[in-house]
């Protein structure tokens, strides 16, 4: 039944098949490299786009009550260790990117939250939300995806951890502390109204990362059908023992989601790159994207900016190793 479950639900087998039978009707012949490349890019645009919407809506319609007063209120009950872990799990049911996190992340630490606390929220939020999980089932199986969850949590708990205990308050810039955020009476909203609320966010983050996903699906399928399997081999398979720090530094400059980076993940592991280096690839992607973090520098000062691209950035490529070095034993 779970095989099942991953395989033609999340997974969608069903629908590649149907897709290349679809293409094979009107004359294209998707044993060449055009074709398989043709069918690669419809099957994983379909597939995404329907998890997508999907997924948005029923995190969207959760995350109704756990807005940013409510996540603010919850975090102010607990400290240390155990306020990073609760901001780290609040990150799980918001935003989809670290773009959007950063506003939600300026409001926590402008309402007096420590800022160990809030960057483990802003680490957490694009890393491993509830998406992800489901995403990475679909790809990888449910084992690799919760463990990639887990280990990703750790991140943001550890990160956050040592941000605090660095005493980086400082660091943070005077008009962050100073902004107030509005305060929401979430307790009167309806099933409606939440309802509501839930098919606006499936439309704005649709409108804003489907050009991110088309892109991520194409280089998928270019990867897929065209890269020789023996170059990616050799940058990032076992051959080249600095093939995670390459996966990292290589997806640091990109701009994705989760939705975006997976197709390329795929298409990169399919093609003899390991299991840690993709998974390297995709957290450095969606937790220190260039754009993400030339947002992040207007609300922080450089020392605490670059205390966080190291933590972040040293802890990618430790999980990366990590799962190379158990993709063979457990996976």
Known sequence: MWSFIQEQILGMKWLNEFVGWLLSAVGVNITSRLGGSVQFFVYDLIKITILLCVLIFVISYIQSYFPPERSRSILSHYDGIVANMISALLGTVTPFCSCSSIPLFMGFTSAGLPVGVTFSFLISSPMVDLGSLVLLMSIFGSKIAIVYVILGLVIAVVGGSIIEKLGMD????DF????????IDNEKLTYKDRVDFAKEQVTDTFKKVFPYIIVGVGIGAVIHNWIPESWVTAILGSRNPFGVILATLIGIPMYADIF??????????DKGAQLGTVLSFMMAVTTLSLPSLIMLKKAIKPRLLVTFIIICAIGIILIGYLFN????FIF
């Open 170 to 173: 400082a660091y943070v810039e």
């Open 176 to 183: 962050v502390k100073n902004a107030h955020m509005p305060v």
């Open 325 to 328: 070095l158990l993709q063979h």
């Open 260 to 269: 975006g980076s997976i197709p390329v993940a795929e298409a990169l592991l």
